[in-house]
């Protein structure tokens, strides 16, 4: 069965109060998200790869010593990554749950320490790419970056938080200032329920 593009889990103009505006989510989820739906599933039509979940597809075809990925990579941890990144945003005031504030201060001494982290994964990451909080092997959190749109299934690693460090991400609202995106995904936008839901 063809993969779909799933519904936002909240309208388009749900985020705008927060700095992302229902421009960007109709570009970026009904245009960016649906083209790697389109392409993934024309990519996989044929191939061993039909029929076949997202993560074990991503397992498959990625490449660790490759610069650029292949075509099926490509569109289909694109698809999974934004998935996952409109289920970690939410129009509500999350608070941090207590589960998950104990888990990262045990890894990074505080909650203050990791968003440094986070932002500057996301502010250095090259060209595009994704920022991630992740569950490594270990049990423990760490963050890193990724470039394009290889993400932590390919390492064995629960995604926790991810965020978007494509253009198409943040041109509209932010123009070219990456670190001022960044610093409002982690103020504003997340929903850290849905975070710690992936402990």
């Given amino acids: 069965m063809a993969f779909e593009l ?7 103009d749900a985020l705008a109060s927060k700095g992302m505006s229902a421009e ?38 990625y490449d660790a ?3 650029a990925q292949n075509g099926i990579f490509n569109n289909i941890s694109q698809l999974w990554n934004h998935n996952q990144f409109w289920e970690m945003m939410g129009p509500g005031d999350t608070g941090m749950p207590g589960e998950l504030e104990k888990a990262i201060t045990e890894s990074f001494g505080s909650v203050g320490k990791m968003m ?4 500057a994964a996301g502010a250095g990451q090259f060209g595009s790419g994704w920022a991630w909080l992740v569950k490594d092997t270990d049990g423990g959190l760490k963050v890193t970056n ?5 993400n932590p299934v390919c390492f064995g690693q629960t995604a926790l938080l991810g965020c978007d460090v494509w253009e198409h991400s943040y041109y509209i609202d932010f123009r070219n ?5 960044l610093s409002n995904f982690l103020d504003n936008l997340v ?4 975070v710690a839901s992936r402990l």
């Fill in 6 to 12: 799933p519904d936002l889990p909240y309208a388009h």
């Fill in 24 to 61: 960007t989510l109709e570009f970026h989820h009904d245009k960016h998200h649906n083209a790697y739906v389109t392409n993934g599933n024309k990519a996989i039509e044929g191939t061993e790869w039909e029929g076949k979940s997202l993560e074990e597809i991503i397992k498959g075809t």
């Fill in 65 to 67: 010593g490759a610069v």
């Fill in 116 to 119: 440094d982290e986070f932002k």
């Fill in 146 to 150: 990724t470039e394009n749109g290889v």
């Fill in 177 to 181: 200032a990456r670190p001022d995106y």
């Fill in 191 to 194: 929903n850290w329920e849905n």
